[in-house]
């Protein structure tokens, strides 16, 4: 059984709004340095993490359970998006955390 169109539609809405929201994902991951090697890779890890919870609570709200097939399908779609949510990662901060840390070294 293959994902339907409102599911497809609903992941890659989810993977948008994470990649429009990947900075702050990294930032929070930057708070477990030297916890973690990689921020990238945590901040993904998150980002990924918060899709796949997405995608099951859908399923759950329709009182189904997602196929091994759907699962693979959803890894499919994640990994190739994967490279658009690590070059979001990389781009400059959210506006209102700039603010805020521009704001303090003013008044530092």
Known sequence: MAISKYTREFIDSQIDYYISEASSY???AEEYVPE???VHDTAFGIIA???YTGFIQLYT???QSPSLEDIQEFNRILKDRAPLIKKAMMEKE???ITKTKSHNK???
């Open 36 to 38: 973690v090697e990689s």
């Open 49 to 51: 993490g918060c899709v």
């Open 94 to 96: 959210p506006k209102a």
């Open 61 to 63: 709200n329709q009182r």
């Open 26 to 28: 990294r930032q929070i």
């Open 106 to 108: 003013k008044n530092n």
